[in-house]
C-alpha cells in the first residue's frame, strides 16, 4: 500500500504529536492514565474550554484531535468511528454534540480544531505548570487580546489612573521641597534690617 492510500485511511492531525507519549502518574498504572485522558477529553467537548496541568492538556489534545477528525471523515453512521467516540466521551449525551455541533463546526476547517495557552502560574503553592485547552469557536470571550494597546480596556483604564495618582503625589512632595529651600535661601525681614548697617550723620 503506498503512501496515498494511507492517508485516505487516517487522517493527518494538523498539531505536532511527539514521537512518545507522556508518562501520567497514576496508581492504577497504564489504565489509570487512560482514565486520565478520557475524563479531560469528555471535559474539552463538554465544556470547550479547560484548565489543568500542561502534560496532561498537551498528551489529551491529540485524542481530542483525533476523535473530531474521525467524526468529521467518517460520521455517526460508522461502527467503528461511533465504538471509539463512545469509549473517549464518557457523558453519552456529547456524542449528539459531537457530530450534530462540532462535525459541522469543524468540517470546513484547515486548522487545528483546538487551542492551548500557557496559564500564568500561582503566586504561591506548588510550581507546576499549567495551560488552558480549548476548542475552536467556543461560545467564551478571547483568551488573547488583538489590540494590545486599547487604552479603553479596564487594566489600561486602572493603570492610567494609578499613575496619574503617582505623579501628583510626587508634584506635591517637589512643590513641598521647593517651597521649603525658598524659605531657608530667604532670609527674615527683620534679619535683613538687623544686618543693614545704619548709616551715621
Known amino acids: 500500500m503506498n503512501q496515498a492510500d494511507v492517508t485516505k485511511l487516517v487522517s493527518k492531525l494538523r498539531i ?12 492504577k498504572g497504564p489504565e489509570g492514565r487512560l482514565d486520565k485522558l478520557r ?18 492538556a498537551d498528551e489529551a489534545r491529540q485524542y481530542a484531535e483525533r476523535l473530531i477528525s474521525e467524526a468529521i471523515l467518517h460520521g455517526d453512521c460508522h461502527k467503528p468511528t461511533m465504538e471509539i467516540a463512545d469509549y473517549w466521551l464518557l457523558e453519552k449525551e456529547l456524542l449528539h454534540k459531537l ?4 462535525v459541522p463546526r469543524f468540517e470546513n476547517s484547515n486548522t ?23 476548542l475552536r469557536g467556543n461560545p467564551y470571550p478571547l483568551l488573547t487580546n488583538k489590540h494590545s494597546n486599547n487604552r479603553y480596556l479596564l487594566q489600561n483604564v486602572l493603570l492610567d489612573a ?15 521641597k521647593i517651597g521649603k529651600n525658598e524659605e531657608i535661601s530667604q532670609p527674615k525681614s527683620d534679619d ?5 548697617p545704619i548709616n551715621e550723620v
Do not use: C, W
Open 16 to 27: 505536532k504529536v511527539p514521537d512518545q507519549h507522556r508518562r501520567l502518574r497514576s496508581p
Open 39 to 56: 475524563k479531560t477529553v469528555t471535559g474539552l467537548i463538554k465544556f470547550e474550554r479547560i484548565e489543568l496541568n500542561h502534560h496532561r
Open 112 to 134: 487545528a480544531f483546538t487551542k492551548m495557552y500557557k496559564a500564568p502560574k500561582a503566586s504561591s503553592g506548588r510550581n507546576i505548570d499549567k495551560a488552558i485547552l480549548e
Open 192 to 196: 535683613v534690617a538687623k544686618s543693614k
Open 162 to 176: 494609578a499613575k496619574y495618582e503617582y505623579r501628583q503625589a510626587k508634584y506635591a512632595e517637589m512643590a513641598d
Open 99 to 102: 457530530f450534530k455541533v462540532l
